[in-house]
């Protein structure tokens, strides 16, 4: 466990490092560059946030109506037998829907069970595994003119599948 806080505390202050060094290496002025992102992302964070209010609305109600309740015991059954525990279950249906969306279930179950439980631990390592497929799927496909996803859909499902299934399987391996 030693080594994973280590390496914890250093990935940052390393990203970081590198980065700087690679723009100076490049010749680039790098407080401008910071900068110039800074104001796009302030922007565009400006621009979503109507989307992200009316998500987290609807995540709500969702929640409240006891709609993903409903969902997650239909599904127990299936997930139970693989391990998935049943809180991360919403985490799972909403990730490749909304990336925004899936936070705020994430910010729940890390609020009720801690980020150092199990299921905490799941939802973290569930939430940077899975992808938004299909708002990824509209933005790139969207963006080449490509109309027919033909495979792509099943793919990203199942290679959603493993990442939900792989969160669990790591968390067990390093917690036991």
Not at 70 to 85: F, M
């Amino acid at each position: 466990m030693k080594v994973l806080a280590m390496i914890s505390i250093m990935a940052i202050p390393f990203i970081m490092t590198t980065i700087i060094l690679h723009g100076l290496i490049k010749g680039i002025n790098i407080y401008e560059t910071f900068i110039e992102g800074a104001k796009e992302g302030f922007t565009t964070a400006i621009k979503i946030m109507p989307y992200l209010v009316a998500i987290f609305l609807a995540i709500g109600i969702l929640r409240r109506s006891g709609g993903l309740n409903y969902l997650t015991s239909l599904l127990s059954p299936i997930t139970k037998p693989l391990g998935i525990p049943p809180e991360v279950l919403p985490l799972a249906l909403m990730r490749p829907f909304s990336g925004s969306g899936s936070l705020g279930i994430l910010k729940d179950i890390i609020t009720t069970y801690g980020p150092d439980s199990f299921v905490g631990r799941v939802a973290s390592t569930m939430m940077g595994s899975a992808e938004t497929i299909f708002f990824t799927m509209a933005v790139y496909f969207g963006a080449v003119g490509i109309q027919k996803s033909r495979h792509t859909v099943v793919a990203a499902l199942l290679s959603h599948l493993a990442a939900v299934l792989a969160s669990v399987l790591i968390c067990r391996i390093i917690l036991f």
